[in-house]
């Protein structure tokens, strides 16, 4: 009785930490029930990744968190077939096709009874307080990085992270505005703040004020760290957007070590990148400022 689980890495960062949460737990359940279960990661799907066009899983995952899988295989594009060696697609995340959307469960046989499958997602943690029993580990060379990073920020309670999706070069009036809005509350306060953001521009305006701290990213003289910045710049080296990406995950667990975090969102729901920071971190508060009217909350 074996189970194959396709995880899909073709949107953010924060998709992609709750998505393998998801098949963790649901693989963990798996082997309790006697089946054998495999991994397969894809970078691709039917949308470009935004970060890169080919990452090894043990490239950003630390393995050992994964025994529950008794094989794990990494490939470049999804399996978006219905048949897939001796497996046959089973059920997807809100798809009816296999390989479009972060994860898909593929059996051996169509009879076989799988566990309920709880959905791990910032919804699910912020309202419902669903916290997993088993929570997946970044790779050892990401831990360290985290650990250098956290020596930026020795006294610092308090983040501002904007989720923005807008390219550096398509920011409006409205964002310019929203952004004027937030320098001016910092420079008249004396708190200290961790910005954090997917957008270049909001970063560019912000990380010259003295009591702003934001991420040292490497290269970004040679390419942003705009949302989606992979498909732009597609000429990018291999070893620079592999250095990027775990950069952008050593930042999204960095934010754990944080009281407070003040969160905009063009979304229209908090960011899934936080999902990390809130599932590690039981005693943060979440504070919404994605309105202008909602800025004097940082003050």
């Not at 419902?128 to 990085?145: H, M, T």
Request: aromatic content about 14%; hydrophobic content about 35%.
């Amino acid at each position: 009785m074996k189970v194959l689980i396709q995880l899909i890495f073709n949107s953010g960062l924060g998709n992609l930490y709750c998505g393998v949460t998801e098949l963790l737990n649901c693989a963990s359940e798996c082997k309790i029930m006697g089946y054998s279960c495999e991994l397969l990661f894809a970078s691709n799907c039917s949308s470009d990744n935004n970060y890169i066009n080919y990452v090894d899983f043990g490239e950003i995952f630390d393995v050992t968190s994964f025994t529950v899988f008794d094989k794990i295989t990494s490939i470049r594009d999804s399996v978006k077939e219905k048949c897939y060696n001796e497996y046959i697609f089973s059920s997807g995340f809100h798809v009816t096709e296999p390989g479009q959307h972060w994860w898909d469960i593929f059996l051996t046989d169509e009879c076989l009874l799988l566990p309920r499958r709880p959905h791990y997602d910032i919804y699910t943690l912020c309202t419902d307080k669903v916290v997993p029993k088993l929570l997946p580990k970044f790779s050892l060379s990401i831990a360290e990085r985290v650990e250098k990073a956290k020596e930026t920020i020795p006294n610092i309670k308090k983040c501002i992270q904007v989720r923005h999706n807008d390219f550096n070069i398509h920011v409006g009036d409205e964002f310019k505005n929203y952004t004027n809005s937030i320098i001016e509350i910092c420079k008249n306060t004396s708190d200290e703040f961790y910005v954090s953001s997917n957008n270049q521009f909001f970063l560019d305006s912000m990380k010259n004020l003295n009591n702003i701290v934001t991420f040292d990213f490497d290269d970004l003289n040679v390419f942003p760290n705009d949302f989606s910045y992979y498909p732009h710049n597609r000429w990018v080296s291999r070893e620079l957007l592999v250095n990027r990406l775990c950069d952008n995950i050593c930042e999204m667990i960095l934010l754990s070590e944080f009281d407070i975090i003040f969160h905009h969102t063009s979304l229209g729901w908090n960011s899934t990148f936080l999902y990390y920071s809130l599932s590690h971190n039981n005693n943060q508060t979440l504070i919404d400022i994605t309105w202008i009217d909602n800025l004097t909350n940082l003050s």
